[in-house]
């Protein structure tokens, strides 16, 4: 019996459904996060920041995207960055991620 359950987990996940990659979604002044599913073979949340000369402000686009640009894609005045994970390219996950960190730190350090 144990064997025949065994064949069947792996029919089972051929049979669901992939989940698309899903990112916060942005451009210029917009609210920077909209969570939308992205195409079925976008393989990276991409945030970009834009700083031309002679402006004060920083531009942030984000997006779903096929590719991550290289650095010898980026111009002197932007940078980018890529990640890929469901909506891993918004600020709040990152505070978030280093808060969890500093506390489990903190845990280790007093549980001495």
Known sequence: MRAQLLWLLP???LGC???A?????CSGKDNCLQPTACQADT?????????PPGQKRT???KACAYTC???QESLAYSRASCCNSDL??????????WGLLALGLCC???GR
């Open 11 to 13: 029919l089972l996940l």
């Open 17 to 19: 459904p992939a989940q």
């Open 21 to 25: 990659l899903r990112c916060h979604q």
């Open 43 to 51: 393989r990276y949340c991409l945030t970009t920041w834009n700083s």
């Open 59 to 61: 531009n942030v686009i």
């Open 69 to 71: 640009p290289g650095v």
């Open 88 to 97: 891993c390219n918004g600020a709040a996950r990152a505070r978030l991620s």
């Open 108 to 110: 280790v350090y007093l």
